[in-house]
């Protein structure tokens, strides 16, 4: 199973972004979406599973859920903006959302590839305008049974 792992677009959905999840089976989105036009348009691609963030406003945090919780491929996912922890860290990540195999957050626009006590922790970093000095970026994640690789991409 491919998955398309996207957070912070802040209202910006860049046409990249349309490459490189083309054929993914789920887009995952870690918050501050920005407008619901951009959940719709990534339907387009796959089904979506989305929180909100801490810049989510009208029509976006009223709908989407603080977190998802999602079984793929018999691994355990959760999908959180980190807002909630001030400045997520995958220790703090771990502590809060224990028996979890796969923590997929935003919030720091930072992307993050790490395994903490068994757990993956991954920021895909942040696909909308460019901030911090930082590359915007997606990730693509690839599961199966027993086996899960994350790759990032910058866009």
Not at 15 to 43: K, N, Y
């Amino acid at each position: 199973m491919r998955v398309g792992l996207i957070s912070d677009t802040h209202g910006r959905l860049r046409p990249e972004v349309f490459t490189h999840f083309q054929g993914v089976d789920r887009i995952l989105h870690a918050g501050d979406v920005g407008s619901p036009e951009i959940l719709s348009d990534l339907a387009a691609l796959a089904p979506v599973h989305a929180v909100h963030g801490n810049t989510d406003r009208y029509g976006v945090a009223d709908v989407l859920p603080a977190q998802a919780e999602l079984e793929l491929e018999g691994w355990k996912v959760l999908v959180t903006h980190g807002h909630e922890l001030g400045s997520p860290t995958p220790e703090a990540l771990v502590r809060a959302y224990p028996g979890r195999d796969i923590i997929v957050h935003g919030h720091t626009h930072i992307p993050l590839l790490e395994t903490f006590e068994g757990t993956l922790i991954v920021n895909p970093g942040a696909a909308g305008p460019a901030r911090f000095r930082l590359l915007p970026s997606v990730a693509v994640m690839e599961l199966s049974p027993g086996k899960r690789t994350v790759r990032h991409v910058a866009l």
